[in-house]
């Protein structure tokens, strides 16, 4: 619902001035060294890397249990994903602020090619799969969970990869993803 309601409010234009000033003040702090510094940091929410890292600890998970239930933690992860990231993405239609094209930070702006900013799949994915990585390595540990995201987050936003608020929306996508993959009783799941 958090995620519902926060949609509509960036596509009713109401967080378009946070996100020009967010953007501005990140082009205006912008240095080699930090610049380089968040790209490297961003593939931290890099989708097809995590997946196929998910994909190998499965792996590895199976291979200690000798069960196939090891790849349903990736499986749900790779759906959920697929099934709203996509779709959200070419609904929204909307650019980043690299963009020079007239309004980028409107929703349902065709005047540009790129069009799939929100949500930003880079921290869905990071919330995602680093949250999939925690039940396969059987972690609690909340700097696992956390601090991927919020790096990813930052650097997107920074980098002018994404509003401010395509990272919102998304931490509040990803969130309710994380939420359904969590919900199994993955101890028992993958219990030896």
């Known amino acids: 619902m958090a995620f519902v309601l926060f949609t509509w409010m960036v596509a009713a234009g109401l967080t378009d001035g946070l996100d020009i ?9 912008q240095t080699t060294v ?3 510094l968040a790209r490297v940091l961003n593939y931290l ?43 959200l993405k070419i609904w929204s239609s909307r650019t980043s602020p690299n963009d020079k ?3 980028p930070v409107k929703f349902f702006n065709h005047h540009t090619e790129y069009l799939m ?27 696992l969970r956390v601090v991927p995201p919020a790096i990813v ?10 509003w401010l608020t395509d990272g919102i929306g998304a931490i509040l996508l990803g ?4 939420r359904l ?9 993958l219990a030896r």
Do not use: M
Not at 117 to 135: E, K, L, R
């Open 21 to 29: 000033a967010v953007a501005s003040w990140c082009l205006e702090h």
């Open 34 to 36: 930090t610049h380089w």
């Open 45 to 87: 929410g890099q989708g097809t890397p995590l997946a196929i890292a998910a994909l190998v600890l499965s792996g590895w998970v199976w291979w200690r249990i000798r069960r196939w239930t090891a790849f349903l933690p990736t499986v749900l992860a790779y759906a959920l994903t697929y099934i709203t990231l996509g779709p």
């Open 101 to 103: 094209g007239p309004d």
């Open 117 to 143: 900013g929100y949500p930003s799949g880079h921290v869905v994915n990071a919330i995602v799969w680093w949250g999939v990585f925690a039940i396969l390595l059987r972690k609690k540990s909340r700097a």
């Open 153 to 162: 987050l930052c650097t997107t936003t920074y980098l002018g990869f994404h």
């Open 175 to 178: 969130l309710f993803l994380d």
């Open 181 to 189: 993959i969590h919900r199994f009783r993955w101890e028992e799941i």
